[in-house]
């Protein structure tokens, strides 16, 4: 080995030597869940679930019933519900409504008088047929299975090959669930169902890279992923699921919150249980607690939540840092490792002072890891908006001389102009001020700066054209100017003269203190009206009138083109029929020999069928579409094909036996 090579040999050594430990320090950090089922959501999910006990359906007073022993919450009217199905067991009861009366029956758990002899034996029959599906199975061995009664060592083995055979036929995502719960409930025999699972988990579909879904949606998503967590808890095997998978799944389930009927929150419910029991690698929630989201001096902590799905606390109090703060727009890091310290009131709660670090206001990213899980959360700051100075004043229009500004009293919001400023159309209206951040005392922007203008005269029933908004625009110096032509801006006033309060508005979404300040009183006397700006101000004051009935919209068709002069269109019929016409002549010079006419129907037939031919061909030229002509034409041709075909061959013959 030559020392170079050597060197390369080392150099390649060395690299994976460091990725392998790199991968091995992140990789026991995965991505949290976005949500989890808050308090809220349970009220919510709880009060569709009591009108299910309203119904009649068995199937939606099991699913009622099923989601209340998720929630953890006391089944209510258990004794009426008893009754209901002792009632329901003597009538005619299909497979399916056996199967609910036994899985109701079984979680309400004290309903002595129900009598399981008939449904036992109705689901017993399906399990003994060899001709049930797959569907069939499902209710049958879940039936039997929630009555405690277990199929026998020889129809179990014959219950596997029937789910094989039907697997080759049609291996769906619901053939699958159903093949997982009914090996789930058959043991170890039905093992086979297991190398399935990954079959099942490759068809799910990931959206955003963050959920993970089967299609069909909530209801095929639940049922798989409790067939896959009930068979793997049968077999005593860790399911073939990342802890990625789990998270996205997770993900998904959290994003069907809203469902609104009894069967899907009963889905819904059943597959977050089985994600937060069952799974071996449990999903966490990290995310801010309900409007933690807005930091302030006055509310300096960043608070947040490390829960399992369901919102429960996890088995030991994690240690819980904030890795990274850093700030949207600029990637400026403000903070870095930071603990955050467990509330002594809530085990899911921690909490961490951000404004320490004294942040600029806007917005912030922070990394944060818990429970061997990270996720990224985002909060906004918000600081103080102070008016440092404000100038108002007049100035000439064409700007031949500087603006003559008097500075206000800004430090109430009450301050105002201790005179008023009288503006003509050959001035304009001049204001000047600059805001500062309280936090640090620097000169700030925000995102809304509006100077409005009010008619002190105007009636409360008639405020169009006497309240104007104008847009304060800063400068390099972050100083906002506004500056009004009061001759231009007439139009806007509708030219009417007169006192008008001006006032400053100041809005952003990263401070918190917007406000409004009364400048004081404004005269304003705009130009007279000229018979130009009469039309204008005419229109303008039609503009609000915009649901008045409008002209009705006609539509207009294309006129059509000139015909021709009846003798140009005549001579081009001429023409067309030229080539008949000459075809006649043709005939008579050459002579047409009408001896030689077989006299036989397949002749007529023929001769019958092309003329009709070409018949159908002017009609379809006339009137008809061109489906109807082709509808037709398959008769006729079909017709004229068999008729010339026989024709052709007794001529054929003929000819034959002549010579």
């Keep these: 080995m030559t020392p170079r090579v050597r060197h390369i040999f080392s150099a390649t050594v060395l690299l994976s030597i460091v990725t392998l430990c790199v991968h091995s320090v992140f990789s026991e950090v995965f991505s949290s869940t976005n949500s989890y089922l808050s308090v809220t959501n349970r009220l919510r999910l709880k009060n569709i679930l009591e009108s299910g006990f309203q119904s009649n359906d068995i199937s939606t007073i099991y699913y009622a019933v099923s989601g209340f022993k998720f929630l953890g919450e006391t089944i209510p009217k258990a004794d009426d519900i008893c009754k209901y199905l002792i009632k329901s067991n003597e009538e005619d009861i299909t497979h399916e409504t056996a199967f609910y009366l036994a899985s109701t029956w079984r979680a309400i758990g004290n309903c002595q008088d129900f009598s ?5 034996k109705i689901l017993t029959n399906i399990v003994q ?3 049930s599906t797959l569907s069939d199975l499902y209710y049958a061995v879940g039936g039997l299975t929630a009555l405690s009664q277990e199929v026998s060592a020889a129809r179990t083995d014959k219950l596997v090959k029937l789910m094989q055979a039907a697997l080759r036929k049609d291996d769906s995502l619901w053939n699958l669930g159903y093949t997982f719960h009914i090996a789930a409930d058959l043991g170890t025999p039905a093992a086979f169902a297991f190398d399935r699972i990954e079959d099942a988990v490759v ?12 299609e069909g949606g909530l209801s095929i998503t639940s049922f798989l992923l409790n067939g896959i967590f009930k068979l793997s808890t049968s ?10 998978q789990v998270v996205k799944f997770g993900n998904y389930l959290l994003s069907r919150r809203s469902v609104q009927t009894t069967r899907g929150v009963a889905n819904l419910l ?6 937060a029991v069952e799974s071996p690698e449990k999903p966490v929630c990290i995310t801010l607690i309900d409007g933690g989201i807005v930091i302030s001096n006055q509310q300096p902590y960043v608070t947040v939540k490390v829960c399992d799905i369901l919102g429960n606390a996890l088995p030991s109090v994690p240690k819980v840092v904030a890795n990274s703060a850093t700030r949207v727009g600029d990637d400026v890091v403000v903070l870095s ?3 955050l310290q467990p509330s002594t009131t809530d085990k899911t709660l921690f909490t961490m002072d951000l404004m320490n670090v004294k942040p600029d206001r806007g917005f912030y990213k922070i990394s944060i890891t818990g429970a061997s899980v990270t996720n990224t959360i985002t909060v906004k700051v918000l600081s103080e908006a102070i008016l440092d100075y404000l100038e108002i004043g007049t100035g000439d229009a064409d700007q031949t001389t500087q603006p003559k500004l008097t500075k206000i009293n800004t430090e109430s919001l009450s301050g105002k102009l201790d005179h008023k400023i009288e503006a003509d159309s050959q001035q304009k209206l001049v204001m000047r001020f600059l805001l500062r951040d309280s936090a640090n ?4 922007r925000v995102h809304q700066a509006f100077v409005r203008l009010t008619s002190v005269s105007s009636s409360a029933n008639d405020k169009r054209g006497h309240e104007i908004f104008f847009v304060a625009e800063p400068d390099a110096t972050h100083v906002y100017k506004f500056d009004m032509p009061v001759g231009a801006a007439a139009t806007n006033f509708a030219y009417q003269s007169g006192e008008y309060n001006i006032e400053l508005i100041i809005g952003d979404a990263v401070i918190s203190n917007p406000f409004q300040f009364n400048v004081g009183t404004v005269t304003l ?3 007279e009206v000229t018979s130009a700006d009469s039309v204008d101000k005419a229109s303008y004051k039609q503009k609000p009138n915009v649901y008045t009935t409008k002209p009705e919209i006609k539509h207009m068709f294309r006129e059509p083109e000139r015909r021709p002069p009846a003798f140009v269109s005549n001579l081009f019929t001429g023409l067309c029929l030229a080539p008949l016409l000459l075809l006649v002549i043709l005939w008579a010079r050459l002579g047409v020999n009408l001896s030689n006419f077989p006299l036989s129907l397949s002749a007529i037939t023929f001769h019958l069928g092309l003329g009709g031919i070409f018949v159908l061909f002017g009609i379809f030229w006339l009137k008809l579409n061109m489906f109807v002509t082709l509808r037709y034409l398959l008769g006729f041709g079909l017709l004229t094909f068999l008729a010339g075909n026989k024709m052709l061959s007794q001529i054929a013959h003929r000819h034959k036996s002549l010579s």
């Excluded at 399981?116 to 036992?120: E, G, K, L, Q």
């Excluded at 077999?235 to 990625?244: A, E, I, M, S």
């Excluded at 059943?270 to 994600?275: E, I, R």
């Design 129 to 131: 047929k060899d001709t």
């Design 116 to 120: 399981a002899t008939t449904v036992s």
């Design 203 to 214: 068809q799910a579909d990931e959206v955003d890279g963050q959920y993970l879904q089967f």
């Design 337 to 339: 490792n930071e603990n």
């Design 235 to 244: 077999l005593k095997k860790k399911p073939p699921l990342n802890f990625q």
């Design 270 to 275: 059943s597959a977050l249980d089985t994600l």
């Design 525 to 527: 006397k705009f130009p």
């Design 441 to 444: 005392k620097k000169p700030m």
